[in-house]
């Protein structure tokens, strides 16, 4: 069963969570209301997820987020208002997703969150770029929603990896020549790999019209135009895993 830590300072927002987490009965969890006890339940014990509020009593400034990171987790974060600030504030840091704070969803939100990162451990997806740092750049941000993420430098390793891997649900395509010719992987892949079978998403240059047109009529599923954001990365696999 998935180990899960729980900060939340308010007394009546960890009740909440304890009868969701009861009857849910997917995790095996301890429930803690400050930096300093969740800060001990690290140090004994390992935690695959965590839920935390970025603002504690005693600590006010999300250094929670900074403790969790340090025993490597990824957390699902409380907090007050999502802005530039605070994208700014966190930019470094390794947070799954991030949940606006309300008086009486939280834990329902959390729950559906947890859920479905729990779900991403079964999904397979396989990125293809010959850039060794942009593919790390890429499989750590997947990781970070517990996708499992393996990766090809062109269109020859390619064509081995789905042969090994028939599980792979989609594929993240860099056109990045002269060793990923996206316009013909795609279009052989699509030979025995149908979109139902699996999704193809294109990392384009930019938004033009005729460029991104070519992706999609060889067989590509989506495109997302590069120097994206974190979220908007995420919505782009999201709305393309099977």
């Known amino acids: 069963m998935s180990k899960l830590l729980v900060v939340e300072g308010s007394n009546i927002g960890r009740g909440v969570f304890k009868e969701i987490l009861d009857a849910n009965k997917e995790f095996e969890y301890v429930l803690t209301g400050t930096y300093k006890e969740a800060k001990q339940e690290l140090s004994k014990t390992r935690y695959e997820f965590a839920v935390v509020d970025n603002n504690l009593k005693d600590a006010p400034n999300g250094e929670i987020i900074a403790l969790l990171n340090k025993h490597n987790i990824a957390p699902i974060v409380y907090i007050q208002e999502l802005d530039e600030d605070t994208f700014e504030t966190f930019e470094g840091a390794q947070i799954a997703e991030y949940i606006i704070k309300q008086q009486h969803h939280n834990a329902h939100q959390a729950m559906q969150r947890l859920q479905r990162l729990k779900e991403n451990k079964k999904t397979t997806i396989l990125i293809v770029n010959d ?15 517990k996708f499992k993420v393996i990766s090809a430098n062109n269109n020859e390793e390619t064509r081995e990896k789905l042969e090994l891997h028939p599980e792979i649900a989609l594929m993240i395509v860099d056109d990045s020549k002269p060793y990923v010719n ?33 992706y999609l009529l060889r067989g590509a599923d989506d495109y997302i135009v590069k120097q994206f954001s974190r979220s908007e990365f995420y919505t782009r696999i999201y709305q393309n895993i099977i």
């Open 131 to 145: 850039s060794h740092i942009y593919n790390i750049y890429l499989k750590q941000n997947l990781s970070l929603h």
């Open 182 to 214: 996206a316009l013909s992987l795609i279009e052989e892949t699509r030979l025995y790999k149908t979109s139902q079978e699996m999704k193809i998403l294109v990392l384009a240059e930019d938004a033009n019209s005729y460029e991104t047109a070519k």
